[in-house]
């Protein structure tokens, strides 16, 4: 008997006056102890799954905020490339204005008009993040250039951009049109 008395876990002083005078083969420590060590187990889990929970939590606030922000920074995407075609035509309108017609006293209002538009288009993409993408005399930058043509120079390095023949723009620090250019190549 005090074998098993050794081998068992102490047991409450509260329980075992209680138990004082009951025959020790009536007595079921060993099964209690093994209830508890169970429910311990349990307990253990359960906090590791709540730790878990909680970490899973933060990662997916965290990546809404992201999102939330991003979707904030980058909304008006869409409709910026479709204004840049109206910026294009508006470009392509005023350099197609020769020096003589400008000089016009009849058209210095228009064109004045054409030119103060496309200030305020210049203006507004400023104000939304927009920015024209620089590349002429620069060399070929895959992620911002998009190669149209290969033009022979013996002026530039073969890579380098000689001619823009589209602007191309970055809305914040993300792409939303890719400048079309003219590459030199080594002449023939």
């Known amino acids: 008997m005090t074998d098993d008395k050794t ?3 102490a047991i409450d002083p509260a329980v075992a006056e209680e138990l004082q005078g009951v025959p020790e083969d009536f007595v079921d420590t060993k099964g209690e102890n093994e209830e508890i060590a169970a429910l311990r187990e349990k307990l253990a889990t359960a906090e590791q799954d709540v730790l878990y929970a909680r970490a899973e939590t933060q990662n997916v606030r965290r990546r809404l905020e992201k999102d939330i922000a991003d979707t904030r920074a980058y909304a ?3 409709f910026a490339r479709d204004i840049l075609s109206v910026s294009d035509n508006l470009a392509r309108a005023l350099t ?3 020096a003589e017609l400008r000089e016009d006293e009849k058209l210095k209002g228009l064109v004045a008009g054409i030119e103060a538009t496309g200030r305020e288009i ?3 993409f400023a104000s939304h993040g927009i920015s024209r993408i620089a590349a002429m005399g620069l060399p070929l930058d895959p992620n911002q250039h998009q190669a149209m043509i290969e ?3 013996a ?6 951009v000689v001619q823009e023949l589209q602007a191309g723009y970055m809305i914040k620090d993300r792409l939303l049109r890719p400048a079309m250019v003219a590459v030199a190549k080594k002449p023939d």
Do not use: M, N, R, Y
Request: glycine share 10%; net charge negative.
């Open 76 to 78: 008006a995407t869409g």
């Open 151 to 153: 033009v022979p120079s």
């Open 7 to 9: 081998q068992s876990p």
């Open 122 to 124: 210049d203006k507004v």
């Open 96 to 98: 197609a204005i020769p």
């Open 155 to 160: 002026d530039a390095e073969p890579g380098t």
